[in-house]
């Protein structure tokens, strides 16, 4: 179980700015507990916060006040290591690129084994077929789809107690989107694993036990999709009048 209390995280005055401009309150006093073993699903308009708010329970941004418990545990000062030691599990929305590395040194890293049949049995989990996928070079040449695969592959082969996926279907075809819902699902039946996806794919929120609705740095609704429907599809009103910022506000198409 995560919790979070009362995290905030400022970033502070943009000195680049004439007159320092004041600084800027990003996440402001979230409190919510992500029990064991469920889905949730983060959305919200752009720029609301959601990627901030990941990034502080990875510990990839340090927060400025407030604190986060994982089962129990106070780990608010704990580095992004020792949170991964701890069972946390990062997907980044863009993933990283690792130039003369190939896909079996990050798996066999990640799943502590070079043991060829454990690997296989990892990515056939991925819905990687071909042992020959494992030889391929983490590099630029990997399509959007094959770098995500090889992401997913990764965190599901730490068996991590808590995975946090930011996007995952940025640059995922839409026949895939339906078969990766289906793996993180399994991770969280089969091995109990508490899934947080950052989305804003139907899919994905559908999957959810649970959506939070980021916006303004505030969590603005927690409850089922059918509850989060009226504010995520009716265009015709502003559900966002408390956050805006007018014609300047480059988040509001409205
Ligand atoms: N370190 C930082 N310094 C200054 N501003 C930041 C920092 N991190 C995030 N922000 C700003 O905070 C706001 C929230 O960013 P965040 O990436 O969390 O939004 P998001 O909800 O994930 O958006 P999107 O849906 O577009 O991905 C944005 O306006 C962003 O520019």
């Known amino acids: 179980m995560i919790e979070l ?25 979230v409190s919510f507990r992500f029990e064991r073993g469920k889905f949730y699903g983060i959305t919200g308009p752009n720029g609301g916060g959601k990627t901030t708010l990941s990034k502080l329970i990875m510990g990839i941004n340090p927060v400025t006040s407030g604190s986060i418990l994982l089962n129990g545990e106070d780990i608010t000062a704990l580095s992004i290591t020792d949170r991964a030691k701890a069972g946390i599990a990062y997907g980044f929305q863009h993933s990283a690129r690792f130039k003369g590395t190939t896909f079996r040194d990050l798996l066999a890293i990640a799943a502590g084994t070079e043991d060829e049949t454990a690997l296989a049995r990892i990515i056939a989990r991925v819905g990687i077929c071909s042992l020959d996928f494992l030889d391929k070079p983490v590099d630029a040449k990997l399509s959007g789809g094959e770098i995500k695969k090889i992401e997913l592959a990764t965190i599901i082969a730490r068996n991590p107690k808590v995975a ?90 409205r």
């Not at 969280?188 to 036990?209: C, M, P, W, Y």
Request: hydrophobic fraction near 35%; charge should be negative.
């Open 5 to 29: 209390k009362n995290v905030r995280f400022s970033v502070p005055a943009d000195t680049s700015i004439a007159g320092g401009g004041a600084s800027k309150t990003i996440i402001n006093d």
């Open 164 to 253: 946090i996926y930011d996007e995952p279907d940025t640059g995922i075809d839409l026949w895939t989107i339906g078969p990766m819902v289906e793996v993180l699902k399994r991770e969280q039946t089969e091995k109990g694993t508490t899934t947080i996806v950052v989305s804003h794919n139907r899919a994905f929120l559908e999957a959810a036990d649970e959506i939070l609705m980021i916006r303004g740095g505030r969590l603005a609704y927690t409850g089922d999709l059918a509850g989060a429907r009226p504010i995520l599809e009716d265009l015709s009103v502003c559900s966002f009048g408390d956050v805006c910022e007018g014609e300047n506000d480059v988040r509001c198409f």
